[in-house]
């Protein structure tokens, strides 16, 4: 059983396009997040969505826009395309109240702008 | 803010025992984690410590001082699979429970 989903695995468009993508957790988790990882796989979270609760980096453009129709999942929406928005997003999901925060990540997607 | 220090590569050989140091600056802690990311995948989550001291989970052992601001994860009995990079991680101590990663440590397992 795939823990945390993602699907497109990979994504190549075309600049000032509109994209999503989607993310699914099937862990009961109550917390979910997206990560950017750049070139030089610096990974550097975007949002954390806890009970409707969202927490937004305050480095994250504003035409990336999470939406999370339920607790199991949490989707990404990102408008006029960048050439600097190539990189891997990873979704992520975590049960809040553990201690650890131990967080499972799901298998990333890779994002082309050209 | 927070910030995290690693070294960007390691190198070492099959069998033998590797250091990987995090140093961090937080305004708050709660405490540092491990992932493990091999190329292509996605991390992985190897230890946490939020008290001073060794923790042991097999082959791999995660240290930290408080004190210091510091922490290591130790491997032992290198095996060419651990060839990855290695991130640390401390955890903001808002509700949000997000993590900052340190850049990473890209180790290399030689024959």
């Known amino acids: 059983d795939t823990a945390v989903s993602q699907t497109p695995k990979y994504l190549v468009t075309q600049m000032g396009n509109d994209k999503s993508i989607k993310c699914e957790q099937n862990l009961g988790h109550d917390t979910m997040y997206w990560y950017k990882q750049d070139s030089k796989k610096f990974l550097k979270i975007m949002f954390s969505?806890?009970?409707?609760?969202?927490?937004i980096n305050e480095t994250v453009p504003n035409r990336f826009s999470p939406k999370s129709p339920d607790k199991a999942h949490l989707n990404l929406h990102i408008n006029s395309l960048e050439l600097g928005d190539s990189a891997v997003y990873f979704c992520a999901s975590s049960q809040g109240r553990s201690l650890r925060n131990e967080q499972y990540f799901g298998p990333g997607t890779r994002l082309t702008v050209t | 803010g927070q910030s995290l220090e690693q070294p960007s590569e390691v190198t070492a050989v099959e069998g033998a025992i590797v250091q990987i140091n995090c140093t961090y600056q937080?305004?708050?802690?709660?405490?540092l984690s491990w992932y493990q990311q091999h190329d292509g995948g996605a991390p992985t989550f190897l230890s946490y410590?939020?008290?001073?001291g060794l923790e042991e989970t097999g082959r791999f052992s995660s240290f930290l001082s408080r004190s210091d601001s510091y922490g290591y994860l130790l491997l032992q009995e290198l095996q060419m699979k651990d060839s990855a990079s290695y991130f640390c991680a401390v955890r903001d101590t808002g509700s949000a429970r997000q993590l900052t990663f340190g850049s990473g440590t890209q180790l290399t397992v030689l024959p």
């Open positions: 937080t305004s708050g802690f709660y405490g």
């Open positions: 410590n939020a008290l001073d």
């Open positions: 969505y806890n009970n409707k609760e969202l927490i």
